[in-house]
Structures are given as structure tokens and as C-alpha cells.
């Protein structure tokens, strides 16, 4: 982890924290970017919808866009508002439309839907505004909570 990484993305990610895209690292990530936000004046909600997008986003770089725990990198930028989120991964924007990634139907018990999209829809439900840039050859989220 490197503290004030620079970060090329668009839209105000511009400097971050630098963390090797590794599972493990997930509750660390989660307690520094709550740690920031909380720093910054955000209100306990915005931190607690934050680390639950957060989880989710570091979880499937790291599995999805890396193929597994790996050197790659994943910056964060956090402040009062919520977060900037960038990797390294191949282009993959979680806010698109709804018919490429299925949505778990409500009528069906949890053991029964099929594997994936409930995490991408959390992120959508959660954020107050989310946007997507691919800038540099990197996936660029701004989370707004």
C-alpha cells in the first residue's frame, strides 16, 4: 500500500492510495477509507454505504478483473462525499445496463438465484451517484454516498 499514489484517471481521481489487488487486504482498504471519510465529516451512513460498494468493487477486481489475488493495482481516493475507485483491470463498467448483467429476482430465495449481479446492483441502490470512465487504460468509478 502507498500512501498519495498519483492516479491518471478522469473526473477527480487524481490522487490515491495504492493497494496490491489481494483479498486480504480487504478489511484494511474498507477501515482506511472509512477512516478518511469519517475524518472528512461524513455522516456514519454515507461511511457504512461506502464500505459495503467498496467491499464489493475491491472484491471483484481482485477476482474478476485480476483472475485472483495479484501485484496489480487498485487506487482510492476517499472524502467526505464517498470515494474515487480506479484499477487496472480490462474494461468492465458495473452501472451498465441492466440486460448484460441479470438482476436477482425478488421471488426467488438467495440458494436459488443464479450466481452474479447481486453485488452490482447493490452498488447501483447504494450510491447516491455513481459515474464510469475508462481513462488510461484504467476503470474509473466515482461513488457519491
Given at each position: 500500500?502507498?500512501?498519495k499514489g498519483t492516479?491518471?484517471?478522469a473526473g477527480g481521481c487524481k490522487t490515491g492510495t495504492r493497494f496490491e489487488a489481494r483479498l486480504a487486504l480487504v478489511p484494511v482498504v474498507m477501515e482506511l477509507v472509512a477512516a478518511q471519510m469519517r475524518h472528512a465529516?461524513?455522516?456514519?451512513?454515507?461511511?457504512m454505504r461506502a464500505e459495503l460498494i467498496l467491499e464489493e468493487l475491491f472484491r471483484n477486481s481482485v477476482l474478476h478483473g485480476y483472475g485472483g489475488d495479484s501485484d496489480r493495482p487498485v487506487w482510492i481516493f476517499a472524502q467526505a462525499a464517498?470515494?474515487?475507485?480506479?484499477?487496472?483491470a480490462p474494461a468492465f463498467n458495473p452501472l451498465a445496463d441492466r440486460q448484460v448483467h441479470k438482476e436477482p429476482n425478488?421471488?426467488?430465495?438467495?440458494?436459488?438465484?443464479p450466481v452474479g449481479g447481486a453485488?452490482?446492483?447493490l452498488i447501483r441502490q447504494l450510491?447516491?451517484?455513481?459515474?464510469?470512465v475508462r481513462h488510461d487504460k484504467?476503470?474509473?468509478?466515482?461513488?457519491e454516498v
Open positions: 500500500m502507498d500512501q492516479s491518471n484517471g465529516g461524513a455522516e456514519p451512513d454515507a461511511v464517498g470515494f474515487c475507485y480506479e484499477d487496472e425478488p421471488d426467488l430465495s438467495i440458494e436459488d438465484q453485488g452490482l446492483m450510491a447516491r451517484r455513481a459515474e464510469y484504467r476503470n474509473c468509478l466515482l461513488i
